[in-house]
């Protein structure tokens, strides 16, 4: 069994900066891709950005330039650095990744997801 715990969400001024985590835990023998997302209020869920096993990323165009995406291999951990933050950025964050557990099972694995809140 595996586990994907989100940490980090705050309450920010716009044009302040939140750095997320992501830890995989339980019987975790490697990560593959990892990706955020966010859903807002009333909104569909919507992919922030995504990374390779190499550390290839990709983002979305509307947190491209503001938003990085990195991860910790030897953690278990990925991470989501937003600098720049606008009030349209507010929504719950959640971590994805594809998880190949000791047993060499591939897992799609979610989040519970953190709340990023930007308003002055």
């Known amino acids: 069994q595996v586990q994907l715990v989100e940490s980090g969400g705050d309450s920010v001024q716009p044009g302040g900066s939140l750095r997320l985590s992501c830890v995989a835990s339980?019987?975790?023998?490697?990560?593959?891709?990892m990706g955020w997302y966010r859903q807002a209020p009333g909104k569909q869920r919507e992919l922030v950005g995504t990374i390779t096993p190499r550390g290839t990323t990709n983002y979305s165009d509307s947190v491209r330039g503001r938003f990085t995406i990195s991860r910790d291999d030897a953690k278990n951990t990925g991470y989501l650095q937003m600098d720049n933050l606008k009030p349209e950025d507010a929504a719950v964050y959640y971590c994805?990744?594809?998880?190949?557990?000791?047993?060499?099972?591939?897992?799609?694995?979610w989040g519970q997801g953190t709340q990023v809140t930007v308003s002055s």
């Open positions: 339980g019987s975790v023998f490697s990560i593959d891709n």
């Open positions: 994805h990744a594809d998880i190949i557990t000791d047993l060499g099972l591939l897992v799609d694995s």
